[in-house]
């Protein structure tokens, strides 16, 4: 069955500071992964995907994709207070089917003004 | 344009009792996902249609189940009710997810099982 390993958190960072959160996942065929942001008492919201080895940017986000050691991050630079949120791993199924996402239990992340 | 609709946002049930949740996707939407979501076990997939038909179902009883109809629109269903089915219940829609990653959660609707 497949896992995604998130640490739970809280992680507390100042803003202007670079927050990274990390995951991990069992299988080793997974072809895409996301990052989702869930604000508390809302619906998760798509940020980021990849599907490469290395490093992908979207403004302040920067994922990265390491399928050998199974390990996906997220940076968020210049962390702002309004990135106070749930971040959430997911990988898709193995068959391609992006709607089938395994997800992990999420990282609090708080962003201190 | 309108985003992804659920109803009801709250629902209270006691134990044995069946619910019918309804979600509405994006407009032009065909594909409909159902997550149920609680803070132990976080975001589990439930099931996902696609024009009518149900393409994938992830490891739930078979006291949940599902439907979608000929526009879109998508019920779930869960029988005979445990107290451990309190939960989030967020229904996501995309295009298709084939060609289009990305899913669109509604505001989800929030069960609770006295």
């Known amino acids: 069955q497949k896992e995604v390993e998130q640490n739970s958190g809280p992680l507390s960072v100042p803003e202007g500071a670079i927050a990274s959160l990390n995951c991990t996942y069992s299988?080793?065929?997974?072809?895409?992964f996301f990052w989702y942001r869930q604000y508390s008492g809302k619906s998760p919201e798509l940020i980021m995907s990849?599907?490469?080895?290395g490093d992908k940017e979207d403004g302040r986000f920067t994922a990265q994709l390491n399928k050998a050691s199974q390990y996906v991050s997220l940076l968020i630079r210049d962390s702002q207070p309004s990135d106070s949120a749930t971040y959430l791993c997911?990988?898709?199924?193995?068959?391609?089917?992006?709607?089938?996402?395994?997800f992990g239990k999420g990282t609090l992340l708080t962003v201190n003004p | 344009k309108a985003g992804v609709t659920q109803t009801p946002r709250y629902l209270i049930k006691t134990r044995g009792q069946q619910v019918t949740l309804s979600c509405s996707p994006i407009?032009?939407?065909?594909?409909v996902s159902w997550y149920q979501q609680t803070p132990g076990q976080g975001l589990q997939f439930l099931f996902e249609?696609?024009?009518?038909?149900?393409?994938n179902k992830g490891n739930f009883p078979g006291r949940f189940s599902g439907r979608q109809f000929s526009n879109s629109r998508s019920e779930m269903n869960v029988s005979t009710l445990e107290l451990g089915d309190s939960a989030l219940y967020l229904c996501?829609?995309?295009?298709?997810?084939?060609?289009?990653?990305?899913?669109?959660f509604g505001s989800g609707t929030q069960l609770s099982v006295l």
């Open positions: 996501a829609s995309s295009l298709d997810p084939g060609v289009d990653e990305k899913l669109f």
């Open positions: 299988d080793r065929v997974s072809q895409s």
């Open positions: 990849i599907y490469s080895n």
């Open positions: 997911a990988e898709g199924d193995s068959g391609g089917s992006n709607y089938k996402l395994t």
């Open positions: 407009s032009g939407h065909r594909s």
């Open positions: 249609y696609f024009s009518e038909t149900q393409r």
